[in-house]
């Protein structure tokens, strides 16, 4: 599947931290809904046949909306449930390895921290990398910080889109202006909101916003 890197602007990951007594693809709807624009399904704790049944669930939603749904990690997964994607890290298989196994017709995202990092996905058959983290956060509290000046290097590096992510919320987002990026990858200022609907159309003003300028 190829893509429109206008599809990068809003960039939901999901995470079940904030459930209480609803179910993943209520809340995944609620944001498509609100307007996200590209979705990855990030599962650490499921065993592979729940999160089969997730992802099958939830590549379902996105099909509806005609949103590109992606993998976290698990390439394999990705495969099995048809994913549009699969999004990898540093510490994962090297991306030139995950192309060689799910071909050229699905989208493979990188996470970056360095502009050599940059380059070199790239260079290994990269569509998109996700940059941070940006600010600090508590999703992922051991991540990298990677400053306002290495994601603008980061942008003018490469040729694919880039996408910010960690700790974007709706007080700093405006922050990432004029840094080149093509989107925000959001977690819990989408997920932990008590309006998901309503919180994913404002960030996905916000971030029009600041890809603009």
């Known amino acids: 599947m190829r893509f429109d890197k206008k599809q990068l602007l809003l960039y939901a990951v999901t995470d079940r931290s904030w459930l209480k007594d609803r179910t993943l693809s209520m809340e995944v709807e609620e944001a498509l809904k ?4 590209f979705l990855q399904l990030r599962e650490k704790e499921l065993g592979e046949n729940r999160f089969l049944e997730e992802s099958l669930k939830i590549k379902a939603l996105c099909r509806n909306y005609n949103v590109p749904f992606i993998i976290n990690d698990n390439v394999k997964l990705a495969l099995a449930c048809g994913a549009d994607g699969v999004h990898v890290g540093q510490s994962d298989m090297k991306a030139s390895d995950v192309r060689d196994l799910i071909g050229q017709d699905m989208i493979l995202g990188v996470s970056v921290q360095t502009v050599e990092q940059a380059v070199d996905a790239e260079d290994n058959g990269a569509d998109y990398l996700g940059v941070g983290t940006v600010f600090v956060t508590a999703t992922k509290a051991d991540a990298d910080f990677v400053s306002y000046e290495t994601l603008k290097s980061i ?19 405006m922050e990432l202006t004029g840094s080149g990026i093509a989107g ?7 997920f932990a909101s008590k309006s998901i609907k309503a919180k994913s159309k404002r960030m996905l003003q916000l971030s029009e916003r600041v890809v603009k300028s």
């Not at 609100?34 to 624009?37: C, F, I, L, N, R």
């Not at 925000?184 to 989408?190: E, K, Q, T």
């Open 34 to 37: 609100g307007g996200v624009t």
């Open 184 to 190: 925000v990858a959001l977690v819990s200022a989408i």
């Open 155 to 173: 942008c003018h590096a490469v040729s694919i889109p880039v996408v910010a992510i960690g700790g974007i919320n709706e007080e700093n987002i």
